[in-house]
């Protein structure tokens, strides 16, 4: 009898021994891509929106008006979405600023641009701008990506960089960064 508990232990040992492997390295409930996700936009738009809530130079007695100039897409990616991001940004920052912080509709922008047959919004023209539509600053921006490669994976290294252009003249009153790394083993 002892033989036979002993020889049945002895095979439990082996068999779970061999059953189980230990699991290291990366959280297998990781989403693992190299793309810019809903949550990183959210979170960049989270960061965003308090940052510029919380800035000194906004802060006034009347509300202080904004506009989207562009996000300059550096990062070889054409999908993209920086209309999105600024969506985001905007809801938040509406949400949170009660009320000091408001925005010019991107249409009515748009629309004075093509009318003025401008090519993008600039120094040269924001001073023009403010007196058409009272924006006090524009919301723009930069979104970059260092590809990286190797033997391992692939890695992105996002950037994206935010500023407020005062339209009287020209210059960055606030700016911030957001970083996100991407990463896709090779299996």
């Known amino acids: 009898m002892n033989l036979k508990i002993i020889t049945s232990l002895f095979c439990c040992l082996i068999i779970f021994s061999c059953g189980t492997a230990e699991k290291k390295g990366l959280d297998e409930d990781a989403i693992l ?23 000194a130079n906004i802060s006034s007695n009347k509300p202080t008006i904004i506009g989207f100039a562009v996000i300059e897409n550096r990062t070889g990616d054409l999908d993209f979405d920086s209309y999105n991001l600024l969506d985001k940004i905007r809801q938040l920052i509406l949400e949170n600023s009660n009320r000091k912080l408001q925005f010019v509709d991107r249409a009515s922008i748009n629309r004075i641009v093509a009318e003025k047959r401008w090519r993008k919004i600039n120094n040269e023209n924001y001073k023009e701008l403010k007196k058409l539509l009272g924006i006090d600053y524009f919301l723009t921006g930069t979104a970059f990506c260092d590809d990286q490669s190797d033997s391992s994976g692939e890695s992105k290294n996002y950037r994206l960089s935010f500023r407020l252009v005062d339209t009287k003249d020209g210059r960055v009153v606030w700016e911030d960064d957001y970083e996100v790394k991407k990463y896709l083993p090779v299996e």
């Open 33 to 55: 891509d190299t793309h810019l996700s809903s949550t990183d936009l959210r979170s960049t738009s989270q960061q965003m929106a308090r940052s510029i809530v919380t800035s």
